[in-house]
């Protein structure tokens, strides 16, 4: 998303007490929500350049509180506000929900126009985002928020799509190969997927899901605000 210099993207964990965006993307957060729900009142442009960490692939990051006591005390109410005063700043807000549902990954994921749940061909893992599927409904009312991504993709396994369909009662909206290999180099190496091995069948799957952020932000109007939950 962040390589179309008309976005402008942030990336927000939501997995409070497990979260780990930083340390895959191997860099410094001396930043994080916590301090972000304390500053919101004095938060401009200037003060994001300034303040929130950047990647040096052009997003900006935001990490789960590293304290404790900071994790506890953030609410579902400083998650929503939050969001509300970043979305004046970024055409595309990314939030990590992580696996676990607490009361701020939830209020993020009700917030979202588009929510991402991630799952495998294993039978625990379709079972957990066919309750999500329905989490969601209960949420919004609206299942089309929804879109099912199969990570870790192979056409030997026992489910296939059809199949997955039927279960979850929903479509797939996209499936990421296994590339066990390159994604463990990447993690090894602190660098993300498309800068360790940008050339590769795992990367073109990735990049056909772009629209699935971007689906309606035309090239005339990337003013639109778009906010996102990964599920």
């Not at 979850?168 to 990447?186: C, E, F, K, L, P």
Request: charged share 25%.
């Amino acid at each position: 998303l962040a390589r179309d210099p008309a976005r402008r993207v942030a990336l927000v964990d939501l997995a409070l007490f497990i979260g780990e965006v930083a340390v895959y993307l191997d860099m410094s957060t001396p930043y994080s929500l916590g301090e972000l729900v304390r500053d919101l009142n004095r938060i401009d442009a200037k003060f994001i350049e300034r303040t929130i960490p950047r990647h040096r692939s052009g997003f900006f990051v935001l990490s789960q509180p590293t304290a404790v006591e900071d994790t506890d005390a953030l609410s579902a109410e400083d998650v929503v506000q939050s969001i509300l005063v970043l979305k004046r700043f970024f055409t595309h807000i990314v939030l990590d929900a992580g696996a676990q549902l607490s009361d701020a990954s939830l209020s993020g994921v009700h917030a979202a126009d588009q929510t991402l749940l991630v799952c495998t061909q294993e039978l625990p893992s379709l079972v957990s985002t066919r309750r999500r599927v329905g989490l969601l409904t209960q949420l919004g009312g609206d299942q089309t928020r929804a879109r099912i991504v199969v990570n870790r993709w192979s056409e030997s396994a026992s489910y296939g799509k059809e199949q997955i369909e039927k279960y979850i009662q929903h479509g797939i909206s996209a499936t990421v190969r296994n590339d066990y290999a390159n994604m463990s180099g990447a993690i090894e190496a602190g660098q993300l997927l498309v800068e360790f091995a940008p050339d590769t069948d795992v990367i073109h799957d990735i990049e056909a899901m772009i629209p699935l952020f971007d689906d309606s932000v035309s090239a005339k109007d990337r003013s639109r605000k778009k906010l996102f939950g990964l599920f």
